[in-house]
Every structure is written in C-alpha cells, then in structure tokens.
C-alpha cells in the first residue's frame, strides 16, 4: 500500500446497511487506485452504500475527485451510493470549486451521512415534543421551528408554510380554548418523514368551553367542505382545509388534536 495514504473499510456500529471507508493521507492520481481497490472489495463483500469518512484526509486532488466519480459510478449499478464526511474546511472548499457538491452529498460526520441514509433510504422519520405555557405569545416561535425543520427536511417552500399556518391555528386553537396561563402547558408533538409530517397537540380542558368545542368540532369534521366564513371555529375549518386528516379528541381532562399534512412537492 502506498505510504502517503492508508485506507481501511469498516461496518457501521449504527446502521448494519451501510459501510465506513476511512481514507487518511493524500489523495490524489498515485493513490486513487487503492481507492478503487477498496470499492471493488466492498462492492463484493460489504453493503454498498459507502460514506468515506475523510476526516485525516490531508490532500484531495482533482484527478482523485474524478476518480472518486467513477467508484461512486460503480456503486450506483449495485443499487449503492458514494457520500463524503469529515471533510476540512479547506478540502471542502476545494472540492466545491471544483464542482463536486454537484455530484457527492457532502456531511459533516459520519453520523450526519448514517441519518440522511436512514432518512432517504429506510424512510426513517424523527420526532420532535415540545411543552410550552398556554400563552400564545408562545406560539410565534413554535410554529417558525416547525416550519423550518419542515424546510430542513428537504420540504418545499409551500409545504413549509401551510405546515406552520397549521401549528399556528392548532396551537392558538389549545390556548383559545384550553386553560390558559403561564402555570399551565400545552403539549406539541411532530413526527416527520419524507412523506408526511404527524402533529399532535394537547391541552388541559376548559371545563366551560369544552361543550362549546365539542359543537364546533363535530359540525367542522362532518361538513364535506370546510366553511372559512363561519364566525366561530374558522381555525378548525382551515387546519381541516390544509391537513389530509383531522382527527379531534375532546374530554374534560384534556383536548388533543391530531393533524396529518402529506408532502405535496
């Protein structure tokens, strides 16, 4: 093996689908080859999603990068996939010159790669649980968060919005109608997949507005087209509008509303 760079292939502790190429040392045209030699090895022994973990890599090459393009070429025919992680600053800022952000997804570690894995191959989804006081000067930051998660997520711009134009309705609905003040909360739970994105979110019940709530929701829930100009329950008939399902659990303890928005872009 050459001296200038050492090479070693490794499982992944965290996901037994994916398979760690650890690269330190130089890159460049005189070491691709053992580079290549390793892809073949995996390719035959090892799952072919590869991150290369390059984190003590100290030289990258451009003949190297378009080496680098053809394993990640190989891989692709045996349903596989090449990602960089780890990089330096300086390489990562080469290698965006160069143009290569344009062909390899490029991760901070070896964990970011391993979670986008999950998330774009496995359609893993992650959670989120907030608890907040039953004020709505609360609700501004809440419904921003979400929104930006959403966006973070690879969700559109528009889904984005309509996502937290529903957390702003749901969660000014459980203060409206929950008890309010800083001594009580209100629960918000979001769980988010590349398909769909799930809230949940719970109140402490007014015992004078649950009737009240009551009314309104069944009448929203069995309308077949949502009324925005009804003067009480306009929130509902909009979360109804923008959500593909609407489901409202309504006790004297506690009110909990469960929205499911589908990616739409």
């Known amino acids: 093996m050459n001296s200038s760079v050492q090479l070693s292939i490794t499982s992944s502790e965290h996901s037994d689908k994916v398979t760690i190429l650890q690269i330190a040392g130089e890159l460049d045209s005189s070491t691709i080859e053992e580079v290549n030699n390793n892809i073949d090895e995996i390719i035959s022994r090892h799952p072919p999603f590869v991150i290369a973990d390059m984190a003590q890599v100290t030289y990258f090459s451009s003949s190297a990068l378009g080496g680098l393009m053809g394993c990640r070429k190989r891989l692709s025919e045996v349903n596989g996939d090449l990602v960089f992680a780890g990089l330096t600053l300086d390489i990562k800022t080469k290698l965006s010159l160069l143009g290569a ?20 191959y496995e359609c893993g989804s992650q959670q989120l649980n907030l608890e907040f006081p039953s004020l709505l000067s609360f609700v501004p930051p809440v419904r921003q968060l979400v929104s930006r998660i959403a966006k973070q997520k690879g969700y559109s711009n528009r889904d984005s919005f309509r996502i937290e134009t529903i957390v702003d309705e749901v969660c000014n609905n459980a203060v409206e109608h929950g008890v309010q003040g800083s001594e009580h909360e209100i629960q918000l739970y979001v769980k988010i997949d590349r398909s769909k994105i799930e809230l949940k979110v719970v109140n402490s019940s007014d015992p004078e507005k649950v009737a009240e709530l009551e009314k309104l929701s069944k009448s929203i829930l069995k309308a077949p087209v949502p009324n925005l100009e009804q003067k009480r329950g306009r929130g509902l008939a909009l979360i109804k509008m923008l959500s593909n399902d609407l489901k409202i659990d309504l006790s004297e303890t506690g009110t909990s509303i469960h929205v499911t928005r589908l990616r739409g872009d």
């Open 101 to 120: 952000t344009a062909v390899f997804k490029i991760y901070n570690n070896s964990i970011g790669a391993i979670n986008a894995y999950n998330w774009e």
